[in-house]
């Protein structure tokens, strides 16, 4: 029986626990670095993955909400809120529902992947959708929360960075060292303010000898920190990355330039692309948002701006589970139909065998 169950027991010394601190945990983090062997050969480096996917809620917003949600018990809170374009309202649910707090989440209205919305539902939250986007509803709930007394559970809440910086810790672990490169999706920018200040602190610590560059991915019609302004009507099938108005901007361009990184965009379609071949050529199915960290690094390849042999993560920060329609209507067709006959189902065997 593993008694560290999550990451809080996991990385204690490096996480803001005092005696008080309870040890929530659905046994998140842990999560496989997982190579891909046929993209690697494909791009000519050393390409694994990150499959942030296998947490409790299906994505990394668990490592950040457990560190959250035990600091607010701790101090006295009884209710969380938080906007979310889905997984962070998912992530928030759960273990507020395991802690016995009342969780209030803002979603933007019909930009919502359906399984975080089942989630947030099943998991007893109160969920109100806004007719707006995520800036507008992140906007109303800071402004909520600093006024009344509830616990803001976005990303601007530091012990949420604290958490989900555990994940770069992992990617050392598993290793033996920081990789060449870190490629991650970018929306509100939280997660890679986290990574960034998990690989320096892990550096600091010794526990790995180098420092990886950070290599953002924002959808193109989502890319402030691209355009070097906010975009004011944010548009990309990639719902989870929908964000026009990024709030730990700050925290993403200092890692782009301590690293020696970079911040670029992607086409919805380069990001269906890559979401598709990954599940396909290696057998991880992920959400598009997190397609977007192995569509730029595919960018980068095809414009010769990778070093061949590198080293390079991406992390696929949502599962694909999570967004069943865009796999239904953008990526395969309907299963083909036919009579409940032996002959019948070896007529299209036969026939699909040919195409
Ligand atoms: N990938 C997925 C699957 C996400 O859900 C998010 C953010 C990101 C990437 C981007 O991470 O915001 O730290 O830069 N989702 C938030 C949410 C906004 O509400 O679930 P970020």
Redesign the pocket.
Known sequence: FNRQSGILERYREFLPITEKTPLVSLHEGNTPLIHAPNLSKQLGVELYVKYEGLNPTG?F?DRGMVMAVAKAVEEGSNTIMCA??????AAAAAYAARSGLRCIVLIPSGNIALGKLAQAIAYGAEVIAIDGN?DEALDIVREITAKEPITLVN?VNPYRIEGQKTAAFEVCDALTDAPDILAI????????TAYWKGFEEYFAAKKSNRLPKMYGFQAAGAAPLVHGEPVSNPETIAT??R?GN?ASKDGALNAISKSNGLVDSVTDEEILHAYHLLAKSEGVFC?P??AASLAGIIKLHEAGRLQPGSQIVCVL??NGLKDPNIALKLVGEEPRSVPATHEAVMELVRQSGRE
């Open positions: 994505s917003k979310s374009t889905g997984n962070t309202s995520f990303s999706p970018v929306g509100n920018a939280g997660n890679i989870a990355i964000i990024p959400e948002a997190s920060t949502g």
